[in-house]
């Protein structure tokens, strides 16, 4: 019987700008005694990312627009906390009392445009998700392909609530290396039934996986590894199959 394993990747350092986060997991990796292997795949925060890309945010040097201030009036937040999310922003979804949820640039739908206050340090600096995390996702890969020798998929992770469900999951906002979605549509079920719709969110299931071992807080864990699962592989792959089109989305 095939077995999965989620192996979290401990000791890496607080992440600055310009630092390379493929080299530093596989050498994590290896110190550890769980050096990186043929079909791994690799989950790694976004904060993580965007960190190491450069990609943070003083508050203190935004400008709030006459917009932002109204939203922050709205919502109950920081101006320029708010006129960061709209920078990030294509489109506002829905606005709470003390929520802004929104479409980003790149099309997913998450509270505050998925910028970050977390894990950041500096009480006004804030993350952005990186600027495009499958290029990112990607970047990571080539990095460990050409450091460990081994062929990995990687997932840049963030944290997104649900409609209608309590708590956050883990989720993937960027895919190097493998198919983000299984279409099981034309497959028999156990009673011979011929599914129709159902398409399995892999790429998801596994962030959600890994945040099992990611540490939120103090345990400083920001990537895990997992082992064992069969997935399909591909050269062309972005996490842009998991977002669901505007015009089939019942809750826009």
């Known amino acids: 019987m095939n077995s999965v394993s989620v192996i979290p990747v401990e000791g890496l350092p607080l992440i600055q700008a310009g630092d390379n986060v493929g080299r530093l997991i596989v050498e994590a990796a290896k110190k550890q005694q769980t050096p990186l292997q043929e079909k791994d795949i690799i989950v790694v925060t976004h904060v993580v990312v965007s960190k190491a890309e450069g990609n943070i945010v003083n508050l203190d040097s935004i400008v709030p627009s006459q917009r932002a201030k109204e939203i922050a009036a709205q919502t109950n937040k920081d101006p320029a906390l708010v006129q960061v999310i709209l920078d990030e922003t294509k489109d506002i979804v829905r606005l709470g009392q003390n929520s802004i949820i929104t479409e980003t640039k790149s099309g997913i739908v998450c509270a505050n445009a998925g910028v970050d206050r977390s894990n950041v ?49 883990n989720v993937a906002v960027g895919v190097a290396g493998i198919k983000p979605i299984r279409d099981r549509r034309g497959e028999k079920d156990l009673f011979g039934y011929t599914l129709r719709i159902k398409q399995t969110a892999i790429a998801d299931e596994l962030a959600s996986a890994a945040e099992l071992v990611i540490g939120q807080a103090d345990e400083g864990i920001p990537a895990a590894i997992i082992r064992g699962y069969a997935y399909q592989t591909t050269e062309d792959s972005a996490a842009t199959p998991l977002i669901r089109p505007k015009e089939i989305d019942l809750f826009r």
């Not at 340090?121 to 996702?137: D, T």
């Open 121 to 169: 340090a500096g009480e006004r600096n804030v993350v952005p998700l990186p600027k495009n995390p499958n290029a990112s996702a990607q970047n990571i890969r080539q990095e460990i392909k050409h450091l460990a020798g081994v062929d990995v998929a990687v997932i840049v992770s963030d944290t997104h609530g649900r409609p209608f469900r309590t708590g956050e999951i």
